[in-house]
C-alpha cells in the first residue's frame, strides 16, 4: 500500500524559513510527477508548487521566488524549501501525485505550518 509521510512543519515567525519533507513508499517514486498542495483553515485544497520526473517544476504564483521544490529519487523522498513565511502560508501541508484534476493516492497526515508575527 501506498504510504506518504509528511514531517518538518513548525510554528515559525513571519519571515522565517522551514523545509518539510515527503516520505513515500509502496509506489514507483521515480516514476511519478509529485506535488505539494496545502489547505488553510476553513478553505479548500489550494496547489502550491509540482516537481515532474525529469526534474522540471512548476509553483503557484504567490510563492514563486520564496519556496522551491525539489525530489530525491534515489530516497524516495519529495521536499519543499520555503522562506520568506508570510501568515497567509499557515496550512497543513500535503504530498500527492496528481492524474488530471486528480490526486491519486490517499493522503498522509500531513503537516501543519503556523506563520506568527
Known amino acids: 500500500d501506498v504510504q506518504l509521510v509528511e514531517s518538518g512543519g513548525e510554528l515559525v515567525q513571519v519571515g522565517g524559513s522551514l523545509t518539510l519533507s515527503c516520505a513515500t513508499s509502496?509506489?514507483?517514486?521515480?516514476?511519478?510527477?509529485m506535488n505539494w498542495v496545502r489547505q488553510a483553515p476553513g478553505k479548500g485544497l489550494e496547489w502550491v508548487a509540482r516537481?515532474?520526473?525529469?526534474?522540471?517544476?512548476n509553483s503557484a504564483d504567490f510563492v514563486k521566488g520564496r519556496f522551491t521544490i525539489s525530489r530525491d529519487n534515489a530516497k524516495n523522498t519529495l521536499s519543499l524549501e520555503m522562506k520568506s513565511l508570510q501568515p497567509e502560508d499557515t496550512a497543513m501541508y500535503y504530498c500527492?501525485?496528481?492524474?488530471?484534476?486528480?490526486?491519486?493516492?490517499?493522503w498522509g497526515q500531513g503537516t501543519q505550518v503556523t506563520v506568527s508575527p
Open positions: 509502496g509506489f514507483t517514486f521515480n516514476s511519478y510527477p
Open positions: 500527492n501525485t496528481q492524474v488530471g484534476s486528480k490526486f491519486l493516492f490517499a
Open positions: 516537481i515532474r520526473t525529469g526534474g522540471i517544476v
